[in-house]
């Protein structure tokens, strides 16, 4: 086959999933190809998630692989900051994958970014313990690198803050949008779920000032997060040298408390894993000179957060149905109440 044929190839089956910019996307991929010295172009395409594929190409000394992701323009240069700027300025920018190239549609609505492939060695495959050790003591290391760091105030500008703010602005929209929800238009099981959820949202209004001062003396000092620390987010290669672990997909990447990060990190593994993950990370902040507060002071930081992240998900599903009359919503918000229902300190607390 040639690479010709490959090509037109892979152009016919991007434009059937009518994917934008697939002109651009051919034209970095020549780039990335020639710098690469590959021969040929692979027809397989692979599509892993919504608007992300693995792309094999044949080199000429064997197989490889990259990863295409499209993202909207402010996603993009995040990752994009990210890879460029903001880990190699805290010494850890060969810990995510590395951004071969970067392609905009004519109409600048969305970016391709072209990354290495990183396999399947994600902790969601592979969970044994010393790559979540590896995992667990490189967070721990890019919170407290990332403590204080003078280029906070970017990834704030551009990224998120997950700090109080995020949690008082959540609370608050998702109160205004479930409070809209109840027209005479809403069918009555959206008007009961909106009721049953607004019992839960008012306390969290009437609580901020307590969390408030929980994050004040507890929650140590601001940091760069990654923002979405589920396992399939973090890959761990084992190889002679040990562990090499690298972060992907930083799109909520931002600025807050580390409880943040960790909260998500830990309640991907089960209740009996959590003491010793947490262990491990208490002693690597240690080495950078940072202190946890108490189990007790950790489950109040986490279940700020994690309300943060359900109020989030309320106000996006409110105005879906409000501006979109969108059919999900009454799913998506009978799922977030039972978030609320199911959740339990993340930490055994000791008496």
Known sequence: MSAAVSVNELRST??????????????????????????????????????????HLNERHGARSVILKRSEPPI???????????????????????????????????????????????????????????????????????????????????????????????????IRGLERLGGEHSPGELRSLRDRLLRRMYPLLVDMPSRAQVLKDAGGPETLLHGD???????????????????????????????YDLSTFLMRFPSAERPWILDRYRDTVSLWGLQLPSERQLNVLFETAEYARFANRVSWAAMAWLHEGAEWVPIELAEIERWFVALRPILAESE
């Open 76 to 174: 993009a240069q995040l990752n994009r900051f990210v890879a460029e700027r903001w880990l190699p300025a805290l010494r850890l920018g060969d810990h995510c994958a590395a951004l071969l190239a970067t392609a905009a549609d004519r109409n600048g609505r969305w970016f391709w970014q072209i990354y290495e492939d990183l396999g399947e060695d994600t902790l969601e495959r592979q969970s044994d313990r010393p790559r979540v050790a590896a995992t667990t003591e490189l967070i721990a290391e890019l919170h407290a690198r990332g403590a204080g760091h003078a280029l906070l105030p970017e990834v704030r500008q551009y990224g998120k803050d997950l700090g109080l703010a995020f949690f008082a602005a959540n609370v608050g929209d998702a």
């Open 229 to 259: 620390l589920w396992r399939h987010n973090a890959f761990a290669t084992v190889s002679a040298g040990g562990v090499h672990v690298q972060l992907i997909d930083w799109d909520h990447v931002g600025v807050g408390p580390l409880a």
């Open 14 to 55: 991007l434009e059937a999933r009518e994917e934008p910019g697939v002109a651009e996307l051919l034209e970095a991929l020549r780039t990335v190809v020639r710098d690469a010295g590959v021969d040929e172009w692979a027809s397989a395409l692979t599509p892993l998630k919504r608007r992300v594929y693995r792309l």
